[in-house]
């Protein structure tokens, strides 16, 4: 059985994914998810397991919630230090 992938290298599959997509898409939990399982393979890379890369970039501040018409994973709006 081929190793498991670890909640990190997900977390940055992820991250990179929606870095990528800033401004072009907005991409929801589920086709994160999907497409996690679909890079790393079913055997290495569970639902459960992009669950909790998505819940540690959202604890960690790298990424954020947004919602029109439904949940959307985005990275945080930057601060505006012009004020």
């Known amino acids: 059985m081929a190793e498991a992938v670890t909640v990190e290298e997900v977390a940055e599959g992820i991250y990179k994914m ?30 459960d397991l992009c669950k909790e890369a998505i819940r540690t970039l959202m604890d960690s501040g790298r990424c954020v919630y947004t919602y029109f018409g439904g949940s959307f994973i985005e990275l945080p709006p930057k601060e505006d230090t012009a004020a």
């Open 18 to 47: 929606v870095k990528d997509a800033a401004g072009v898409k907005k991409l929801k939990p589920t086709d994160l998810t999907k497409a996690m399982v679909e890079h790393f393979g079913p055997e290495r890379c569970s639902k």
